[in-house]
C-alpha cells in the first residue's frame, strides 16, 4: 500500500516539475524576449533621434558632449 502511495506522491512531484517547467518555459523566456526586444528597438530609437537631432541643429547637443569630455 505505502508503494503505491509513494509512486503517487513521486508522479504527482513530477507533475508538478514538468508544469512548472513548462510555466518557466511559457511565461519567464516570453518576459525575458520582451525585454530584450524593448531594450534594442529603445536602443535604435534613441540613436535614431540622436542622429536626426544632430542633423536639425548642424551642431552636437549637450548631452553629446559630455561622452567627449
Known sequence: M???RSAGLFLS???AAILS???YLIVIQRI???NLLIVV????FMTYTM???IKKQ?????FLKN???
Open 58 to 62: 548642424g551642431i552636437e547637443p549637450i
Open 51 to 53: 542622429r536626426k537631432v
Open 32 to 34: 525575458v524576449v520582451v
Open 41 to 44: 528597438f529603445g536602443y535604435r
Open 2 to 4: 505505502t508503494d503505491i
Open 67 to 69: 561622452f567627449y569630455c
Open 21 to 23: 517547467f513548462i510555466f
Open 13 to 15: 512531484v513530477c507533475n
